[in-house]
């Protein structure tokens, strides 16, 4: 089976920094993917990581350490537009779909 | 533009009824995905499709049946056999192999009244 492991909720402060970790268990492990999702829209894509190390993207970055089965999607200079959930999804190789985690509900306040 | 389309966004359904929620994508992906997100939950899958004329039950299909008669459309009925419809339901696709990940329909918020 499959398991992803991500904080229900993070609160954090505009301007700072935060770190959203995901934790999976899985075999046949292709990708991981981060989506942000706004309250009532359409999750919408973040990164993808593939191979270990830092995807650097503007003011998010995402980690992936295959051998620990760890991501964390990093957001720098945060916005108060950054509230939001973030879902850490895992491909797995012949799996037809998409594993989602539950998903992490952050707030940003001033 | 090509994009994934859902309609309608809002949908109300009295109980008893067997409602259709649409979903079309013109991007020529092969796989289509239906899931269901509660307020504060995560996406459970209900049913996907790798290609035309075959689909496979999800993690919590009972009570929903689809179709895919066409690559471009992929409709998820809502049947009364579903005791707890009232939920936000996305639709997705994707290239066969995933490599780009999913890209998402705007939604459909349905309520039972």
């Known amino acids: 089976g499959q398991n992803i492991d991500q904080p229900t909720e993070m609160t954090a402060t505009e301007g700072a920094i935060v770190q959203i970790n995901c934790t999976y268990q899985?075999?046949?492990?292709?990708?991981l993917f981060w989506y942000q999702q706004h309250a009532g829209e359409a999750p919408t894509f973040l990164s993808y990581?593939?191979?270990?190390g830092l995807e650097e993207k503007g003011r998010f970055s995402s980690f992936l350490s295959r051998s620990k089965g760890y991501s964390y999607l990093l957001l720098k200079e945060l916005q108060m537009k950054d509230s939001a959930s973030y879902l850490c999804?895992?491909?797995?190789?012949?799996?037809?779909?998409?594993?989602f985690g539950t998903g992490t509900r952050l707030t940003i306040i001033p | 533009d090509g994009g994934i389309t859902q309609s309608p966004k809002y949908l109300f359904r009295k109980e008893g009824q067997n409602v259709t929620l649409s979903c079309e994508q013109n991007?020529?992906?092969?796989?289509m995905y239906w899931y269901r997100q509660d307020p504060g939950q995560g996406l459970r899958l209900i049913y996907y499709?790798?290609?035309?004329?075959?689909?496979q039950k999800g993690d919590i299909a009972e009570g929903y049946s689809v179709s895919r008669e066409k690559k471009e459309s992929f409709p998820l009925t809502v049947t009364s056999a579903q005791k707890n419809p009232t939920a936000f339901y996305l639709c997705?696709?994707?290239?066969?192999?995933?490599?780009?990940?999913?890209?998402f329909g705007s939604g459909t918020r349905l309520t039972v009244v």
């Open positions: 997705a696709s994707s290239i066969s192999n995933r490599a780009y990940g999913y890209t």
């Open positions: 899985t075999s046949g492990f292709n990708g």
């Open positions: 990581n593939v191979l270990d």
């Open positions: 999804a895992v491909d797995n190789f012949g799996n037809e779909k998409l594993t």
């Open positions: 991007l020529n992906h092969d796989a």
């Open positions: 499709s790798q290609i035309v004329n075959d689909f």
